[in-house]
């Protein structure tokens, strides 16, 4: 029984899945949102310019993420920010799902002036996830129950 605690290696092939994360995460979150003129989609609500600075310091986040977490290790607060980043940055009338859940007058008089909280929120949220995995002592999940990637004592 090793009582030693290891630290995660942080090697050239984690920096670099990061790194891709990071530039894929950023073009197609802001593709999808049209933070920038696409063929794709089209912007139904103007950029008002927090939305870029809160995309890449999302992306950056969810990026080192990748790079320091745990192997077999659930993201589920990074995911979270991730999701309300993206809702942050998203154009409220555009995002069909919130669209058919709340409608179009109550997405544009309750949701767009709270829309930079949101996604603050998420910047926030993915940045302590950073900060518990660098934190972290040791490379095991602190529980096993916890990640769907650990195989259990009967599999």
């Known amino acids: ?3 030693e605690r290891q630290k995660i290696q942080i090697t050239p092939l984690r920096v670099l899945k990061g790194v891709a994360v990071m530039v894929v995460l950023f073009v197609v979150l802001g ?3 049209a933070l920038w003129e696409n063929p794709l989609f089209v912007r139904m609500t103007p950029v008002s310019g927090f939305e870029i600075g809160a995309l890449f310091l999302l992306s950056v986040l969810i990026g080192v993420f990748v790079v320091v977490r745990r192997p077999g290790c ?3 607060t990074a995911g979270t920010g991730g999701v309300l980043g993206f809702l942050g940055i998203a154009c409220p009338v555009c995002n069909k799902i919130l669209l058919i859940v709340f409608g179009g ?3 544009l008089t309750y949701f767009e002036p709270v829309r930079i909280y949101v996604a603050g929120l998420g910047v926030i949220l993915a940045g302590w996830a950073v900060l518990n995995e660098i934190r972290r002592e040791d490379v095991s999940c602190p529980d096993t129950h916890d990640s769907a990637l650990t195989p259990t004592a009967g599999s």
């Open 1 to 3: 029984m090793q009582d």
């Open 31 to 33: 593709t999808v949102s």
């Open 74 to 76: 659930m993201g589920k």
């Open 105 to 107: 007058d109550l997405l």
